[in-house]
């Protein structure tokens, strides 16, 4: 029986995550307890009722990429369950799972002990071989293991420098704070918010689910389970190529993804990006291992990445190419249909989960009516290469590309030259196996008077001639030479191959593919042609505005760049060279020199990545504007701008301006200028801009603005980062003496200090709580009021908080009135929520408006009530209190008075 440390170690360490998350340790402690709970734990323990794996590499990626997973879907029933998500709440849900499988993995241990000891047991165990037998191990081990371990450790300390350096350094980007802000909506009980990010909640959920165990947010800290997806995917990269050819094509493989700029762009940022480049390849992986294994269990497992994938971003779907096809092939048999089967229905399940919903939500027709104007446009062809090119360059340096399509075009070239000597397949039950072929005779020709009733009785033989003649050497050589050429016009001569509104770009890269799949003899092979030309079609040719979804192409590409590389550096046997073959030591020191001119290549891509990526951007900039006439010029070209690619490291100092105000300095509604809009809001703890074009403060920008702002606002402060000015603080009220200058790195930490989820949730929260229903769809929750004292003249601000109790049908208006009974002296009407009329508001909606009273010069001292209420827009008839406080029936709300004093 296994020992009482083995069966408890996973208790053991649950108890200890736990502890220290609900004994609200140190933030950092509670970080690490969060990483053993939503990456480790729970695909650890429920791996071994999967199966079991001997290498230590592969089961630690799996074990990774179902915790992910595992932590996704949970996150997302804790959304839908009934009520607000919660830390505690989403801890017992981790739990319930964690505890469930560690007691289905010892229920299947102590079955194989009963197995061992009882013979009614045997039996048993026996009838459930199928699903509970463990698979045999299967490792990737070389018996010169230390060669291997040496290369692979290299390929990791690459890959860790490259993604991990000042991950924390830059400010969040526009769709990390929109994310962000969308799983702030979430803890607020908008549970609708999960729709509205039109690329799937996962993105969203996992940084979420670390803020609520954690109850802190830093960049950092959002940013690791994205770096750790990166990360262990040039693991997955380098497993899949060693798995499907050798080791040497998955450490080209690795390679050539770990210093990929896609991969470490969205490696370093809160992107879904990630997830996909991690969770999708090993979910190939996976199927791979149940044809390999004959175990269905490992179907199931990639049903669960696949789906998860889904929830990421509908990107995925162009890898349901690859993974059908490995799934119809492991259906040869009608048990093993029979679980290819189950795991379609798992898949669909899981996806459902999230697409029914959304498929029900108002926003799934805002989605496709956005992909369908502005990306896909269906009915007409495109051609994206040359945006495939300049992407490429910006984003990994000119020097990659060359190193990625040669190792393509060898790989092609090896296809071609290892199956010419097959001839047709045999038929058989499968048309996904042609791997089992025969060779066909040699005819000789009939005699010229017996060529008539050659025709008669040989007619059969002649068509297998023809097949025969149709795997001709030379035939096949010229049509992928030939292929090859017209698929580089398409990129270098674009024009040629557009026709009126219609690109006819696609049709050269669909006749090489198709003849590589032809010859194409192995599942891997064919997986592999699959994995890269799906994407390639899709975004290369179908879309009309691709951007950076591109980069799905890239993770097959670097597969089959990795077994192109591999054929010709690592073979055993050299690669014919022609006559300079005559002498195998003349083709080893080709080969060698191939290697170190490679090697050379690498580095100057590093050097590349490098500095675009890892770089302060003081010191980007510094070297950017000294780039000009330089050897860096030369060698590499133009160098982007910081804001044209992902993964920039821009630090601007918003930090600076949300500690200042959690401070109490610079308090009222606030603008940015030259800034994403959500960027400012993220880092004001969540609060809204303001309704108005005159706010109490502008927040400028300085990079690149040359605008200016006007009088009656004044110079009030400044934020500088690194001795750079980055942000000016503009105040209505001005002040006479110098401005105040403050330094960012001085308020990083008072900002992250008081970044918890309550702090962001609090700013739907009024100061003064009401709770009164108007009509039936409408609640009054709050208000915040300025003073209730006033001079004459004097404005007052008022915010007011509404929720939706349901969506209301109806185009509704506020009004705040101050008046005596008779005279209105102060009075504004609008939206309840600014910007946000009533009739698009979703049920459970949060929103506050900002309200100015501007008291009237002459009105008399004294008390005046302030009311607030709604009416229609176009009969302007009000809506009366239906509960909560206030007079039932009434068509008013009073808040209180104001106490006016003499200007």
């Known amino acids: 029986m296994p020992s009482l440390l083995r069966l408890a170690w996973p208790i053991l360490l649950l108890v200890m995550a736990d502890g220290l998350i609900l004994g609200h340790a140190p933030a950092e402690l509670r970080y690490v307890a969060s990483l053993i709970l939503l990456t480790v734990l729970p695909g650890w323990i429920w791996l071994t009722v999967f199966g079991k794996l001997n290498s230590l590499i592969e089961r630690s990626l799996l074990a990774v990429g179902l915790s992910l997973s595992a932590t996704i879907y949970i996150t997302m029933l804790a959304v839908y369950l009934p009520g607000q998500l919660t830390a505690s709440r989403l801890l017992f849900l981790l739990n319930i799972f964690i505890l469930t499988g560690f007691v289905a993995r010892n229920g299947v241990q102590n079955l194989f002990f009963l197995k061992s000891c009882t013979p009614s047991a045997s039996f048993f165990v026996s009838t459930q071989k199928s699903w509970l037998s463990l698979p045999k191990p299967t490792s990737f081990d070389s018996p010169r293991l230390h060669i291997p371990f040496f290369l692979i450790t290299l390929l990791i300390l690459l890959t860790l420098a490259l993604r991990l350096p000042n991950l924390g350094y830059a400010e969040f980007h526009e769709d990390e704070a929109e994310a962000l802000m969308l799983g702030v909506r979430v803890l607020q009980g908008e549970d609708y918010a999960l729709f509205l990010h039109r690329k799937g909640p996962a993105q969203m959920l996992l940084p979420v689910a670390f803020w609520l165990l954690t109850e802190r947010i830093t960049e950092s800290m959002a940013r690791l389970p994205f ?309 390639l079609i899709g975004y290369g040719f179908l879309v009309d505005d691709p951007r950076t979804h591109l980069y799905i192409i890239y993770p097959g590409a670097v597969l089959m760049s990795g077994f192109g590389w591999q054929n010709l550096l690592g073979r055993r046997t050299p690669v014919s060279l022609g006559n300079w073959g005559s002498n195998a030591q003349i083709k080893t020191n080709i080969k060698i020199m191939l290697a170190l001119i490679g090697c050379g290549w690498l580095g100057l891509i590093i050097a590349y990545v490098g500095l675009i990526y890892l770089t302060p951007e003081p010191t980007f900039l510094t070297v950017r504007g000294q780039w000009d006439d330089s050897v860096g010029e030369l060698i590499y070209d133009d160098l982007p701008k910081s804001r044209d690619y992902f993964g920039y490291p821009k630090r601007e100092g918003w930090k600076a301006i949300g500690a200042l105000r959690a401070e109490g300095n610079y308090q009222g509604d606030f603008r940015s200028v030259n800034e994403d809009f959500i960027v400012p809001i993220w880092y004001n703890y969540g609060q809204a801009r303001s309704c108005y074009d005159t706010p109490a403060h502008f927040f400028v920008r300085l990079t690149d603005y040359a605008g200016k702002i006007d009088p009656p606002y004044q110079l009030t402060g400044s934020v500088t980062r690194e001795t750079d000015p980055r942000i000016e603080i503009y105040s209505a009220v001005g002040q006479t003496s110098q401005p105040n200058s403050y330094t960012v790195e001085t308020l990083i930490e008072s900002f992250d200090q008081q970044a918890t989820p309550q702090r962001f949730i609090q700013q739907a929260q009024p100061s003064q709580s009401v709770g009164t229903q108007f009509g039936e769809a409408i609640r009054f929750v709050g208000y915040d009021l300025s003073k209730n004292m006033a001079h004459a003249g004097e404005t007052l601000t008022l915010n007011l908080y509404w929720q939706a109790t349901t969506a209301p049908t109806d185009s509704y208006r506020a009004f705040v009135h101050l008046t005596d009974g008779t005279t209105l002296w102060a009075q504004q009407d609008d939206n309840p929520i600014c910007r946000l009329p009533t009739s698009i508001w979703r049920e459970g909606q949060h929103g506050l408006g900002q309200f100015r009273l501007q008291l009237k010069p002459d009105m008399p001292p004294g008390r005046y009530p302030l009311i607030i209420g709604l009416y229609q827009a176009e009969t302007l008839k009000r809506l009366t209190i239906t509960a909560g406080m206030g007079q039932i029936g009434d068509d008013f709300l009073w808040l209180g008075d104001i106490e006016v004093s003499p200007p």
């Open 227 to 535: 770096a750790l997806s990166s990360i262990l995917s040039v693991l997955t990269m380098f497993v899949l190529g060693r798995r499907w050819f050798d080791l040497t094509a998955g450490l080209i493989a690795g390679l050539l993804w770990a210093v990929n700029g896609y991969s470490l762009a969205f490696g370093r940022m809160v992107q879904y990006q990630a997830v996909i480049f991690f969770l999708g390849p090993l979910a190939i992986c996976s199927l791979y291992l149940a044809h390999k294994q004959n175990q269905p269990r490992w179907l199931y497992l990639s049903a669960i990445l696949l789906a998860t994938c889904l929830l990421a971003h509908f990107d995925a779907l162009l890898l349901l190419p690859v993974t059908g096809y490995l799934l119809v092939a492991y259906g040869d048999t009608w048990p093993r249909r029979l679980s290819s089967l189950f795991a379609l229905i798992l898949f669909i399940s899981l996806v459902a989960s999230f697409y029914i919903p959304y498929l029900l939500d108002p926003e799934f027709s805002n989605t496709t009516q956005y992909l369908s104007e502005s990306r896909i446009k269906p009915g007409l062809l495109y051609n994206n290469l040359w945006l495939l090119r300049r992407l490429d360059a910006e984003y990994s340096s000119w020097f990659y590309l060359p190193l990625l399509v040669g190792g393509l075009m060898v790989g092609g070239g090896m296809l071609l030259k290892r199956n010419v000597k097959f001839a047709l397949p045999i038929p058989n039950h499968s048309f996904l196996d042609s791997s089992r072929k025969i060779n066909l005779p040699t005819f000789p020709e009939p005699a010229e008077g017996k060529l008539a009733s050659a025709n008669s009785a040989n007619g059969f033989w002649e068509v297998l001639k023809l097949g025969t003649a149709l795997t001709d050497p030379r035939l096949i050589y010229g049509a992928g030479f030939i292929g090859t050429i017209l698929c580089l016009s398409t990129v270098w001569q674009p024009t040629w191959w557009q026709m009126g509104m219609v690109n006819m770009a696609l049709l050269p890269w669909l006749i090489l593919g198709g003849l590589l799949f032809w010859q194409a003899t192995t599942l891997e092979q064919r997986s592999m042609l699959l994995m890269l030309g799906a994407p």
